[in-house]
């Protein structure tokens, strides 16, 4: 008796072994998924050049624009609504928030260290860019890991 009891106690630790793996693999597949589309957000938003400044000689992005941009791009592919919500059906559960969307000008001194010791973040431009920083939740498919929340962070030059 005491065999099968060992045995279930056996299969219920495999059980959550095998949860715990799974989960782990589905949480790197979201970091993964929400790193390229910050990425593709900060480059988005970093090719918005500002065409005013830019008959006057001077290589610069447009602000406005390259926030509408990046917001855009964070929104289609993260699968969010106009409020950074996710869309019924969707993977992801809680709002991404943005927390940093800087553009560095060409009124800074390049090559320019962009420093954030909020994020524990630091990146060289080398010309015009855009730092972006979102914060996402990992919704969790088993109890097993703790909660899980990431900032991730990403860069974009403008490309002339």
Do not use: C
Not at 84 to 107: H, K, M, Q, S
């Amino acid at each position: 008796m005491y065999k099968l009891i060992a045995f279930m106690l056996l299969i219920g630790f495999i059980m959550l072994l095998q949860a715990l793996q799974a989960d782990e693999e589905v949480a790197l597949q979201a970091l993964f998924q929400g790193k390229h589309a910050i990425n593709r957000a900060a480059h988005a938003a970093a090719q918005q050049i500002d065409k005013q400044k830019l008959k006057e000689g001077t290589v610069s992005i447009d602000p406005v624009a390259a926030a509408a941009a990046a917001r855009l791009y964070l929104q289609r592919n993260l699968r969010l609504d106009a409020a950074n919500e996710p869309l019924p059906g969707t993977f992801w559960r809680t709002r991404a928030e943005v927390l940093e969307l800087e553009v560095i000008n060409e009124d800074r001194t390049f090559p320019y260290t962009y420093l954030n010791s909020d994020y524990q973040y630091s990146v060289t431009l080398h010309k015009p860019g855009v730092v972006m920083i979102v914060r996402l939740v990992y919704p969790r498919t088993y109890t097993v890991l703790g909660p899980i929340t990431w900032e991730i962070k990403g860069t974009a030059e403008l490309v002339y």
